[in-house]
């Protein structure tokens, strides 16, 4: 499952807890709001009960005032006029009472409650008063105005809140996550090769720290691995000079069998010094990227090596851009070391889709499946002993490996489509 960036958890948090905010806003400002219009409704009510209570006696004693009372929808009784169960209001009860007592009517108790007329008419509102002499007056009139259209308004105002909070947030965060990706990219693009392209130091205070900080790392990186590449060459240098004399001293050795011994072993030396001076060197540049026709390539090196196991199928042209010397050495490794451990060796190039693909298939023992991925660790020898013959330190491989990387591809081991032994595929990007 692929992970949420930092800026899209964090205005989802913000859109999250503006939300919940906003919806227990919204549930305290419509029950206010409830209230108002109920406690609006609720004071015509009180007036008019003031009226039937100090004319109680005329409307009771008088059936043709009663009966033109109860059009106007006044009414006298003996029992409590509000439907039993029904669902009072207290706060229109407790507004009707204030008004009540300050017009300096005394009541027992007052009840309110709304009736719905089962359209979608505004409820009707029925309110009664309990006279001192426990006669009931009730009105009727119109009930609390509905709240479905002033919800709709309530919730058009928090949108329109919602928007101006999360705007200038999400602006924010944009402006914050693309210093960081810049920054991301360019930490992945570093590899101690190219020259440190530092990041602009743009954002909030703690992300151009971070800005400040990796900037300053790369520097000190590509410093020292310069300054690697200087003590490198030193001891090449230093050490080329007593390899070269000790070749010319057993140059003067008089038996034969000694003195080839000792130039294979000199040669050997120095082939794994060179090889070592090789890996340590990886991670720097090795010249300019150019335009490498892959076909032409191998051919080269087949002519150069004039060797009759080592066999070339490249019947297209294939071009990838790349660093000739590098690439040149990393495949010369791979064809060395299939006649050395497969007596034949077939080389081969072609194009497979937007790769291109540099095969080395060798006749040997092969390596193991779940050996192959040790086989390309710096300094790791098989037990299959594919090197216990012929000496090494486990670099080959790894060198190759390292190349293929630095030109953008990699390095591949595996089984050949028919009979025993290994291919070694390097697979790079193709130039249409």
Same mark, same amino acid.
């Given at each position: 499952?692929? =992970?949420?960036?930092?800026?899209?958890?964090? /205005?989802?948090? %913000?859109?999250?807890?503006?939300?919940? #905010?906003?919806?227990?806003?919204?549930?305290?400002? !419509?029950?206010?709001?409830?209230?108002?219009? %109920?406690?609006?409704? /609720?004071?015509? /009510?009180?007036? &008019?009960?003031?009226? !039937?209570?100090?004319?109680?006696?005329?409307?009771?004693?008088?059936?043709?005032?009663?009966?033109?009372?109860?059009?106007?929808?006044?009414?006298?009784?003996?029992?409590?006029?509000?439907?039993?169960?029904?669902?009072?209001?207290?706060?229109?009860? &407790?507004?009707?009472?204030? #008004?009540?007592?300050?017009?300096?009517?005394?009541?027992?108790?007052?009840?309110?409650?709304?009736?719905?007329?089962?359209?979608?008419?505004?409820?009707?509102?029925?309110?009664?008063?309990?006279?001192?002499?426990?006669?009931?007056?009730? %009105?009727?009139?119109?009930?609390?105005?509905?709240?479905?259209?002033?919800?709709?308004?309530?919730?058009?105002?928090?949108?329109?809140?919602?928007?101006?909070?999360?705007?200038?947030?999400?602006?924010?965060?944009? =402006?914050?996550?693309?210093?960081?990706? =810049?920054?991301?990219?360019? #930490?992945?693009?570093?590899?101690?090769?190219?020259?440190?392209?530092?990041?602009?130091?743009?954002?909030?205070?703690?992300?151009?720290?971070?800005?400040?900080?990796?900037?300053?790392?790369?520097? &000190?990186? +590509?410093?020292?691995?310069?300054?690697? $590449?200087?003590?490198?060459?030193?001891?090449?240098?230093?050490?080329?000079?007593?390899?070269?004399?000790?070749?010319?001293?057993?140059?003067?050795?008089?038996?034969?069998?000694?003195? +080839?011994?000792?130039?294979? @072993?000199?040669?050997?030396?120095?082939? @794994?010094?060179?090889?070592?001076?090789?890996?340590? =060197?990886?991670?720097?540049?090795?010249?300019?990227?150019?335009?490498?026709?892959?076909? $032409?390539? !191998?051919?080269?090196?087949?002519?150069?090596?004039?060797?009759?196991?080592?066999?070339?199928?490249?019947?297209?042209?294939?071009?990838?851009?790349? @660093?000739?010397?590098?690439?040149?050495?990393?495949?010369?490794?791979?064809?060395?070391?299939?006649?050395?451990?497969?007596?034949?060796?077939?080389?081969?190039?072609? +194009? $497979?889709?937007?790769? +291109?693909?540099?095969?080395? &298939?060798?006749?040997?023992?092969?390596?193991?499946?779940?050996?192959?991925?040790?086989?390309?660790?710096?300094?790791?020898?098989?037990?299959?002993?594919?090197?216990?013959?012929?000496?090494?330190?486990?670099?080959?491989?790894?060198?190759?490996?390292?190349?293929?990387?630095?030109?953008?591809?990699?390095?591949?081991?595996?089984?050949?489509?028919?009979?025993?032994?290994?291919?070694?595929?390097?697979?790079?990007?193709?130039?249409?």
């Amino acid at each position: 499952m692929k =992970r949420l960036t930092l800026a899209t958890q964090i /205005a989802l948090v %913000v859109a999250l807890a503006l939300f919940v #905010a906003q919806s227990i806003n919204f549930v305290f400002a !419509a029950q206010n709001r409830q209230n108002q219009l %109920v406690n609006s409704a /609720a004071l015509p /009510a009180a007036e &008019r009960l003031l009226t !039937a209570a100090n004319n109680a006696d005329m409307l009771d004693s008088r059936p043709v005032i009663r009966r033109m009372a109860r059009q106007r929808r006044v009414a006298i009784s003996d029992i409590s006029p509000i439907p039993e169960g029904a669902e009072r209001l207290p706060s229109a009860e &407790r507004v009707i009472a204030e #008004a009540l007592t300050a017009e300096g009517l005394i009541t027992r108790q007052i009840q309110v409650v709304t009736l719905d007329p089962g359209s979608r008419d505004r409820p009707t509102l029925l309110a009664a008063a309990q006279l001192e002499d426990g006669r009931w007056v009730s %009105v009727r009139g119109r009930g609390p105005r509905p709240l479905r259209p002033l919800l709709g308004a309530l919730i058009l105002q928090y949108f329109i809140i919602g928007l101006i909070v999360l705007i200038p947030t999400l602006l924010l965060l944009r =402006r914050t996550s693309r210093s960081m990706r =810049r920054l991301t990219k360019t #930490a992945e693009e570093f590899d101690g090769t190219n020259v440190p392209m530092p990041v602009p130091v743009k954002g909030p205070r703690d992300v151009r720290a971070l800005i400040t900080a990796v900037n300053g790392m790369e520097t &000190r990186i +590509a410093d020292m691995m310069g300054e690697k $590449d200087v003590m490198l060459g030193a001891i090449g240098h230093d050490l080329r000079t007593p390899l070269t004399a000790l070749r010319i001293e057993a140059e003067t050795v008089e038996n034969d069998s000694q003195r +080839a011994a000792l130039i294979d @072993q000199i040669e050997a030396l120095h082939a @794994q010094f060179e090889q070592l001076l090789d890996f340590a =060197r990886l991670g720097r540049a090795a010249g300019s990227t150019e335009i490498v026709a892959l076909d $032409d390539l !191998a051919r080269t090196i087949v002519a150069e090596r004039a060797t009759p196991p080592l066999t070339l199928e490249a019947s297209e042209p294939v071009r990838v851009s790349a @660093q000739p010397g590098p690439l040149r050495r990393a495949i010369d490794n791979l064809v060395g070391n299939a006649l050395r451990y497969g007596e034949r060796a077939e080389l081969s190039v072609r +194009a $497979d889709g937007d790769s +291109a693909v540099i095969c080395v &298939r060798d006749h040997g023992p092969g390596i193991s499946a779940d050996q192959r991925k040790a086989a390309m660790r710096p300094f790791e020898r098989l037990e299959a002993s594919r090197n216990r013959g012929t000496g090494g330190h486990g670099l080959g491989l790894a060198i190759v490996s390292a190349v293929a990387r630095a030109q953008g591809g990699r390095l591949e081991l595996a089984d050949p489509a028919e009979g025993s032994g290994l291919e070694a595929r390097i697979i790079l990007p193709r130039l249409s």
